[in-house]
């Protein structure tokens, strides 16, 4: 079956503009998860889904950046006033929940702040 | 919190040898999941194998195996009869078992070149 799709792959916005992040998840995957990749480090975690819930948020680096999963399938994750710090990939990866399930994680997009 | 710990940022290996890729974690917590996970340049994060620290067996999917030492708090990937495609970012990372997030943490990752 299809993977973990994220749109767009790339985006470019000016400092103070807004900026909305789209996941797809495997059909069926109850948990989706937001990462924040810097260049060069590990992937960072933002915030955390199972179902429509956001379970954990305690990654999200500030109040500018929000995330959704209304009807507990796609996400957006959406960075207001962007700032030239919030330059990164951003990955979002599925997974069933509970146990040692494995996250299925989506290319990512990659955020440039100019 | 928890962390994990990855110290050596590059190592290379010539191809058809075996190398080894090191890990540390801290946590408080007894039961636990330890993961690694390849990044080849195309950026999409794959698991390469996982290990659930209530299991004494290490963990072993075809040329890549494990080296849990969970007193030690240690968790290193061995990969053998290297191949350049095995060339890529591995992460190691750490979810809790039981209650919280299912939060991966991840290493800032090892760069691994393959010669051929």
């Known amino acids: 079956g299809a993977g973990v799709s994220q749109s767009p792959r790339y985006k470019v916005a000016k400092r103070g503009q807004d900026v909305a992040l789209r996941c797809d998840p495997i059909?069926?995957?109850?948990?989706l998860f937001w990462y924040q990749q810097a260049l060069g480090q590990g992937p960072e975690f933002l915030t955390y889904f199972q179902n429509e819930a956001q379970l954990d948020k305690s990654g999200l680096p500030s109040d500018r950046f929000f995330a959704e999963r209304p009807e507990g399938s796609v996400s957006t994750l959406k960075i207001q006033r962007t700032q030239q710090e919030d330059s990164a990939v951003y990955l979002c990866?599925?997974?069933?929940?509970?146990?040692?399930?494995?996250?299925?994680f989506g290319p990512g997009t990659r955020l440039t702040v100019l | 919190a928890q962390t994990v710990t990855q110290s050596q940022p590059e190592m290379s290996v010539q191809e058809a040898e075996t190398v080894t890729l090191s890990c540390t974690y801290d946590?408080?917590?007894?039961?636990?999941?330890l993961f690694w996970y390849k990044q080849p340049p195309s950026r999409q994060m794959i698991l390469v194998i996982r290990?659930?620290?209530?299991?004494?067996q290490n963990a072993t999917e075809n040329r890549f195996s494990v080296n849990f030492q969970k007193a030690a708090k240690s968790f290193s990937l061995k990969i053998s009869d290297s191949q350049l495609g095995d060339a890529a970012m591995y992460f190691c990372?750490?979810?809790?078992?039981?209650?919280?997030?299912?939060?991966?943490?991840f290493g800032k990752g090892m760069k691994l070149t393959v010669n051929p």
């Open positions: 290990q659930e620290a209530y299991k004494q």
């Open positions: 059909s069926g995957h109850v948990s």
């Open positions: 946590t408080s917590e007894s039961d636990y999941y």
């Open positions: 990866a599925s997974s069933l929940a509970g146990g040692p399930h494995e996250q299925f």
């Open positions: 990372a750490y979810r809790r078992s039981q209650g919280g997030s299912e939060k991966l943490v």
